[in-house]
T-cell receptor
């Protein structure tokens, strides 16, 4: 099973709201990732967790707060977002963060900030 | 950090023709090069990948070649079909020793359209 699941599929939120995106994998992968993707652009890396520890933060604004409660789950907490944060948020996982590890993507959460 | 350039940005072919997409990378520490296909509204799906110790890999109608010396790699699709129409992204992953270790860097994407 090479499936990564994400909820919700769609999310509309106001700039004062707090919401969370969830990601889950049961492949035993030890690295998990959050990406942001704008229309017709490649995915942009936001965060990398390796063995449940944050190992890369690509200078993401603090209104995005990642959390890795256990090796299967990854959350992205959203607070005080801006309209320009509207995008597809993709979660991915790989066996390890190491060399030559294939990343498998979830279906994404399409976020609209009003 | 790693920088990946991808060309062309759009590619239009007739069904049955071949399609070639080319990418160059900058970080000599990159050792893994996946290709993803993304259909409209869907997730990126891995279609083929190649590691730095291999020069060419083929899977049915899809092949990838890698030239480490020149730092470029290419995707070849033969006998294209309308269902091959999608956005294709190349990517490079630096291994240990690179400043971007573990960070997958994508090219800008190629919109492939296969006309019936």
């Amino acid at each position: 099973d090479t499936e990564v699941t994400q909820t919700p599929k769609h999310l509309v939120m106001g700039m004062t709201n707090k919401k969370s995106l969830k990601c889950e994998q049961h492949m035993g992968h030890r690295a998990m990732y959050w990406y942001k993707q704008k229309a017709k652009k490649p995915p942009e890396l936001m965060f990398v967790y390796s063995y449940e520890k944050l190992s890369i933060n690509e200078s993401v604004p603090s209104r995005f707060s990642p959390e890795c409660p256990n090796s299967s789950l990854l959350n992205l907490h959203l607070h005080a977002l801006q309209p320009e944060d509207s995008a597809l948020y993709l979660c991915a996982s790989s066996q390890d963060r190491g060399q030559g590890e294939t990343q498998y993507f979830g279906p994404g959460t399409r976020l609209l900030v009003l | 950090g790693e920088n990946v350039e991808q060309h062309p940005s759009t590619l239009s072919v007739q069904e049955g023709d071949s399609a070639v997409i080319k990418c160059t990378y900058s970080d000599s520490a990159s050792n893994y090069f996946p290709w993803y296909k993304q259909e409209l509204g869907k997730r990126p799906q891995l279609i083929i990948d190649i590691r730095s110790n291999v020069g060419e890999k083929k899977d049915q109608r899809i092949a990838v070649t890698l030239n480490k010396t020149a730092k470029h790699f290419s995707l070849h699709i033969t006998e294209t079909q309308p269902e091959d129409s999608a956005v294709y992204f190349c990517a490079a992953l630096p291994g240990a020793g690179g400043t971007s270790y573990g960070k997958l860097t994508f090219g800008q994407g190629t919109i492939l359209t296969v006309h019936p």
